[in-house]
């Protein structure tokens, strides 16, 4: 009779108990809020709705966002030196965030996702694919982002 090597066994309890974790995670409901805050940072993104991002950012200088090798120091830097003169030029814009997973850990969470964005600009159509880390923060019991790096290339 063969009998499972020692080693075997091991990675299987592993993978078992990683899976477990894993399902108990995703139902948490503070997981549920981070990867909500997550997606909704695309979405408002798409409409425009720079306004509801004031909401989903936290304040000051200490926010990072990294586009490629690009940062901007704050939401506020973003907002009004990156996100508003590019978005003026994009037409026919989408832009989401998927395969979101994040991880929380008492008042600190961070989520890896996929991302697509596809638009037109005066100088041509473009489109992305990328990866990117979001760092939230739970201020005031509201789940903050703070710090953002998103890394992409054209499809091809």
Same mark, same amino acid.
């Given at each position: 009779? %063969?009998?499972?090597?020692?080693? #075997?066994?091991?990675? %299987?309890?592993?993978?078992? #108990?990683?899976?477990?974790?894993?399902?108990?995670?995703?139902?948490?409901?503070?997981?549920?809020?981070?990867?909500?805050?997550?997606?909704?940072?695309?979405?408002?993104?798409?409409?425009?709705? %720079?306004?509801?991002?004031?909401?989903?950012?936290?304040?000051?200088?200490?926010?990072?966002?990294?586009?490629?090798?690009?940062?901007?120091?704050?939401?506020?830097?973003?907002?009004?030196?990156?996100?508003?003169? /590019?978005?003026?030029?994009?037409?026919?814009?989408?832009?989401?965030?998927?395969?979101? /997973?994040?991880?929380?850990?008492?008042?600190?969470? *961070?989520?890896?996702?996929?991302? /697509? %964005?596809?638009?037109?600009?005066?100088?041509?159509?473009?489109?992305? /694919?990328?990866?990117?880390?979001?760092?939230?923060?739970?201020?005031?019991?509201? *789940?903050?982002?703070?710090?953002?790096?998103?890394?992409?290339?054209?499809?091809?």
């Amino acid at each position: 009779m %063969l009998r499972p090597a020692p080693v #075997l066994v091991t990675v %299987l309890g592993v993978l078992a #108990l990683g899976g477990s974790r894993l399902a108990a995670q995703s139902s948490d409901p503070e997981v549920r809020k981070v990867r909500g805050v997550v997606e909704a940072l695309a979405r408002k993104v798409q409409e425009g709705d %720079l306004d509801a991002l004031d909401t989903l950012y936290a304040e000051g200088r200490g926010v990072h966002i990294i586009e490629g090798s690009g940062v901007n120091h704050g939401w506020a830097d973003y907002r009004q030196h990156h996100l508003e003169p /590019e978005l003026a030029q994009f037409k026919n814009f989408a832009y989401r965030y998927f395969g979101v /997973e994040p991880v929380v850990r008492g008042n600190v969470s *961070w989520a890896s996702f996929r991302y /697509e %964005l596809s638009t037109d600009t005066p100088s041509g159509h473009v489109e992305v /694919e990328g990866r990117g880390t979001a760092v939230l923060e739970r201020r005031s019991g509201q *789940w903050r982002v703070v710090h953002l790096h998103t890394s992409g290339r054209r499809k091809s």
